[in-house]
């Protein structure tokens, strides 16, 4: 730890972080990239995240010998 890491201000961005909401964030930047922008993610295909998680979870519950009714309503 070095002389302005006081385990108080440590503490005091931690509990900004972990207690921040999602409704309170529209634009996240990391190492100098945009990663979100005005709630829009811009280097993630969502439609393509969202398709292979679908395939995914179908394989599991198959696996798994779960069905669910084609009534419910889930992703």
């Not at 529209?26 to 295909?45: A, E, R, T, Y």
């Not at 679908?54 to 394989?59: C, E, F, G, K, L």
Request: hydrophobic letters at 40%; aromatic letters at 6%; charged letters at 20%.
């Amino acid at each position: 730890m070095g002389a302005n890491d006081h385990p108080s201000s440590l503490l005091s961005i931690s509990s900004l972080v972990y207690c921040m909401r999602t409704e309170n964030i529209d634009s996240v930047m990391c190492n100098g990239q945009w990663i979100m922008k005005d709630h829009k993610i811009l280097n993630v295909n969502e439609e393509e995240v969202t398709s292979l998680a679908m395939q995914a979870s179908d394989d599991l519950l198959r696996r798994a010998g779960i069905y669910l009714p084609k009534r419910m309503n889930y992703l």
